[in-house]
């Protein structure tokens, strides 16, 4: 299953916004260089999807947006 998601980071609050299906727009208020930013955002993605973190694979990026495989 093929996640597409846009993330902004140095949010101020962190949200997640659902645009159908497997498309989101996710806030997190980490910088994308600070370490830990991608642990947290796959956390903050396997609490929404209900999978475990584990399983939320990178493929890669298109344009802005990142993509993620779920096994």
Same mark, same amino acid.
């Given at each position: 299953m093929k996640l597409v998601v846009q993330? =902004?980071?140095d949010s101020k609050k962190q949200r997640i916004t659902k645009f159908g299906d497997f498309r989101y727009l996710?806030?997190?208020?980490? =910088?994308k260089e600070e370490p830990g930013t991608m642990a947290k955002f796959l956390d903050v993605m396997s609490k929404e999807l209900g999978v475990p973190a584990h399983r939320i694979k990178y493929q890669g990026k298109q344009g802005e947006n990142h993509i993620f495989d779920i096994e």
């Open positions: 993330i =902004k980071f996710v806030y997190l208020p980490s =910088k």
